[in-house]
């Protein structure tokens, strides 16, 4: 089964406190988009292609190996994968969407969701447990339920669809409307969504102190437990 595999990488580094995008943000010597890039294709996609902006294009291209194909993102994430889901060819039978922002995602995570795709699902994600009690609030803040935990999950990515399935749900959706993931999107559309284990590793790179714990994985110094 043919795999290209997204990277969603145009946005900026203003929660991160960087001068630059955030997915070229140094993490251990290297750009985030670069750690992310070489997740998809050590876990087995085919080919890349990367949203990015497009003042930075040369930037980019300067990261990143030969064959990873570069296309201008937009001003949202949707539509940032709406664009390099476009230059996807034809032939591929799946589609891996990542975030540049998740770079230690170890590329077990990404066979997991081939592996998945190649039983026959039409979309995964991969997922941890929730560990802490978790509320929902009204609008002053005050508690109004505690769902149970055991049938909550974090989602994390790369997120993986049949082609044909996030084509045609990214195709139903109206312009303008902006959901949180791909999984959000195809859901819309009414496809079910599966999951396999996710990985700690995975971990989002947000703000500083994020930035700072991934250092220290990369060198090989235990977080705060």
Known sequence: MSAVGIVAAAGSGLRLGADRPKALVPLGGRPLVAWAVATLLDGGVDEVVVAVPAADHDAFAAVLPDGVRLVEGGATRTASVRAALA??????????????????????????????????AP?????????????????GGTVTAAPDRATLRRVQTPQGFARRVLVEAYGALPDGVELTDDAAVVRAACVPVGTVAGDERAAKVTVAHDLALAELQVAGVPGPS
């Open 87 to 120: 230059a996807v060819p034809a032939e591929a039978a799946a589609v891996l969407v990542h975030d540049a922002a998740r770079p230690l995602t170890p590329p077990a995570v990404v066979a997991r969701v081939l592996d998945a795709l190649r039983a026959g």
């Open 123 to 139: 979309a995964v994600v991969p997922v941890l447990p929730v560990v802490d009690t978790t509320v929902a609030v009204d609008a």
